[in-house]
């Protein structure tokens, strides 16, 4: 098989983060990958997608990231050499099987890639999953350019067959969508040896007894990592005498260089280069800071290693001052905060007052109000049909239990369709604990794939506990928002014969809900219909409301519409259809409005609305 | 010119933003300069904006702060104009003149400034600037897609990068799908001779 990905050694391609550590657990010698989809880390199991057939490995998109994790493990406690992906919340759904497979350890060898998201770029929370290396006590790996996410990766893997822990390779949303060059190591003929299971249940099944003695064996394993990160070459200090030290890791050593590249400070200040940040390397530490009178730390996110080192001095009596986080006396909030994303300018701004007394402080840019851009449902997206028809029966009555998909789009005005929403499937879980102490009427929303991912668990318990809620199901037949990656219940067409299709209105009928209908998504009049005697009825109900992405239709299922719509009679009429369904193919110019046939994917939605709009032809362009 | 350049690249998903800087910065790399870059594109699809960077010369951050753009790329005039805080002291700007209007706009509730205002305020902040007609050129080329390809063929023409117009052919030919090569090398034709009448 012919891929950039494949290339020999000795090759230098410019990659995507998320490719580099392809890349990195390839030449690793990676027997299998599970994983789910979620912005940044994405692109690392779609890249594998997009290789498979060369037959290295085992790709898996799991259901959940604590099925995905335990799969993983599963397979290398058979020995493989595993790679699991998700984005840094997925952690927490995997968080029960981790914090106990760093006590029984993985044979095989198991790295997992938490990607963070700080500044929230496409996330609901910036939490900080270095917190992870220290709770579950994992070895952690940092890198911060695309070179050092390959590097770091084949790291990771030859660690965590050595030492049998599970490995965390930790990036942020910058690392995994920046590109860079990446120089290309040896490929293995085959992949790593898969190891023969040795049974040994006062090992890997931790009852009690076994899991006390567990503990210390996994903080003598995190000992030997420690002796390893003292030395790593992850791990280094340039720079030459100064005064001024400053320990960086993940990202913000690319600023720090940056910074000290544009201002010439690179003789004022000595660096520790952090990057196998966990366990912490006390004695090259120690030996830093004795070095130095001051240490700035530079980390995204909570300040970890800034109370580390605290700590460290504290224990050790080294005489140094210890900067990071937070302002000083009156002010409240410094250049550097537990608060989105580091800079250029915020780590120019920390390092100025140490190096450079005259160095000017960057000062705000007062940008310009212009009308905005916020993130919308496409045209022709089966979700505003949903959230229009829903809207019109229930309105301000009901509350609307949101989850993570295309569909929390639908928070906007004039749709409003989501009034709480914490993660991956609480919509009704959540949806059903407001409507027992709400006394209101709840509809939540979900995804198929978000359904899969646990939702399912919810519905079962809202059948078992007897809650009352509406349950519309958004089947459009794809993950859409991560980049239409498989789920359960994707068509088998689709999905070839790796996998199999799960009919979701059977899983439904399964999980004992009575009341359950299925609907097209386009179709006004059926669901309202449906939505109308659903709304008079009590306990859990569900709409099943199929219609595929409209980017997914086009693109994978290679379905066209033939239709456009155009406005045929301007007035009042138009104008509130326009108003009430917003789809971003209509325009307004005074009060003539018109729909953009470019944009418009032929839904016809809005002639069902409305007498004004009407169907014709597309011209073929 | 800098040996280290700073360019910041801006527009709306669907518009190919990222598929022109992906281009540009493995041509640079081909042409054996230091290259890093970096886009944020979480909901890109669904009409938001996109906005990515390219660092040449020895940067290794993938982003780039107000006040530090050597060069704005600016795929609509809009997002131009939103972007002008990045600009950096006697920094350039190329642009389109065409708008893709956000959806405040279509539905009638906001007003797009004129094109020539947004050309007077980055007159206002440099004397290095170029509007270009994308859609047009683009046309005139083949398709309007390849209006990008123009702007970044002004971009070379203009003598601020390392490499000229003909490393950027070089990597239409090797990056492209074929179909859409030629279409391309016409556009960034019309881009570097439209060059002339601006810097």
Not at chain 1, 301 to 330: F, H, N
Not at chain 2, 157 to 181: F, N, T, W
């Amino acid at each position: 098989m012919n891929h950039p990905l494949l290339a020999p050694e000795g090759a230098r391609q410019l990659l995507l983060g998320n490719e580099a550590i392809v890349r990195g657990a390839l030449e690793a010698g990676v027997n299998m990958v599970t994983c789910y989809p979620g912005t940044p880390s994405s692109e690392v199991p779609d890249n594998f997608r997009r290789i498979a057939a060369c037959g290295r490995f085992r790709l898996e998109y799991s259901v959940n990231e604590k099925v995905a994790l335990e799969v993983a493990a599963g397979a290398a406690l058979a020995g493989a050499l595993c790679l699991v992906t998700m984005k840094h919340v997925g952690v927490n759904v995997a968080a029960d099987p981790l914090l106990t497979m760093t006590y029984t350890g993985l044979p095989g060898g198991l790295v997992l890639l938490s990607a963070d998201d700080p500044g929230c770029h496409s996330s609901q929370n910036e939490q900080d999953n270095r917190n992870y290396a220290r709770f579950a006590s994992m070895p952690c790996f940092e890198p911060a350019s695309a070179q050092e996410a390959k590097d770091m990766a084949k790291a990771a893997f030859i660690l965590a067959r050595e030492s049998q822990q599970p490995v965390l390779l930790r990036t942020t949303t910058r690392v995994n969508h920046l590109r860079g060059p990446v120089l290309f190591g040896p490929l293995p003929e085959t992949p790593a040896p898969v190891l023969p299971f040795v049974r040994d249940p006062r090992r890997f099944v931790p009852v009690p007894a076994v899991a006390r003695i567990r503990h210390r064996a996994l903080a003598a394993k995190l000992e030997a990592v420690r002796e390893q990160a003292e030395t790593s070459p992850f791990n280094s200090v340039s720079g030459g005498e100064a005064e001024v030290g400053i320990v960086a890791s993940g990202i913000s050593r690319a600023y720090l260089h940056d910074v000290l590249l544009a201002e010439g400070w690179q003789d004022k200040v000595r660096v520790f280069d952090f990057g196998l940040t966990w366990p912490l390397p006390e004695k090259a530490l120690d030996r830093f800071m004795c070095s130095v009178k001051t240490v700035l730390v530079l980390e995204e996110g909570e300040g970890l290693v800034e109370r580390d080192l605290r700590a460290l001095a504290q224990e050790r009596s080294i005489p140094v001052s210890i900067m990071g986080k937070g302002g000083s006396g009156e002010c409240t909030e410094g250049p550097l905060s537990i608060f989105g994303e580091y800079s250029t300018l915020a780590v120019r701004d920390a390092l100025a007052p140490l190096v450079d007394k005259n160095a000017a402080l960057s000062c705000g840019v007062n940008c310009l109000e212009l009308p905005q851009r916020p993130p919308n449902l496409c045209p022709g997206c089966a979700h505003r049909s949903v959230f229009f028809a829903v809207r019109k029966l229930f309105g301000d009555e009901a509350f609307y239990s949101s989850d993570i998909g295309c569909y929390t789009l639908g928070l906007l005005p004039p749709l409003a369709a989501a009034d709480f929403l914490f993660c991956m499937g609480s919509s009704i879980s959540a949806g059903s604990g407001f409507a027992r102490a709400g006394g209101r009427p709840v509809v939540a929303f979900i995804g198929d794939s978000t359904f899969f991912h646990s939702g399912l668990t919810g519905l079962v318990n809202a059948v078992f506990n007897r809650h009352n809620l509406l349950v519309v199901i958004l089947d459009n037949g794809t993950t859409a928002m991560t980049g239409h990656q498989p789920n359960p219940g994707v068509a088998q067409e689709v999905l070839g014969d790796t996998s199999r299709h799960l009919d979701i209105e059977s899983v439904v009928r399964g999980c004992g809900v009575e009341r359950v209908a299925s609907v097209r998504g386009y179709n006004q009049k059926a669901m309202q219909q449906l939505l109308l005697e659903m709304k008079a009825e009590d306990g859990v109900r569900v709409l099943i409301v199929e219609e595929p992405c409209v980017l997914y239709a086009r693109r994978t299922l290679k379905k066209v519409r033939t239709q456009r719509a155009y406005v045929e009679e301007q007035g009042q009429d138009a104008l509130s259809c326009l108003e009430s369904l917003a789809c971003p193919a209509f325009r307004r110019v005074g009060s003539e409005i018109s729909v953009d046939t470019e944009l418009c994917a032929g839904c016809m939605v809005c002639m069902q609305l409305s007498t004004s709009f009407k169907a014709r032809k597309r011209e073929e362009s | 010119m800098s040996a280290r350049l700073r360019i910041y690249l801006t527009g709306v998903g669907g518009q190919g933003t990222l598929t022109a800087t992906t281009l540009l910065s493995r041509t640079l790399l081909d042409q054996g300069l230091d290259v890093v870059s970096g886009e944020i594109h979480g909901m890109a699809q669904r009409g938001g904006v996109v906005e990515s960077t390219i660092l040449v010369g020895g940067w290794r951050s993938p982003s780039i702060q107000h006040g530090e753009a050597d060069v704005i790329l600016g795929f609509e005039a809009l997002e131009t104009l939103r972007g002008l805080p990045y600009l950096a002291p006697g920094g350039a700007v190329f642009s389109s003149t065409d708008f893709v209007p956000p959806p405040g706009v279509n539905m009638g509730r906001e007003s797009l400034p004129p094109i020539r205002d947004i050309e007077e305020h980055t007159a206002q902040l440099t004397r290095k600037s170029c509007f270009l007609p994308l859609q047009e050129l683009g046309r005139q080329a083949g398709s309007v897609q390849s209006g990008n390809t123009a702007l970044l063929g002004a971009f070379c023409a203009s003598g601020l990068l390392p490499v000229g117009v003909d490393a950027l052919a070089k990597g239409i030919r090797s990056y492209l799908p074929p179909k859409i090569v030629d279409v391309n090398l016409r556009a960034l034709e019309l881009g570097a001779s439209a060059i002339g009448q601006c810097i």
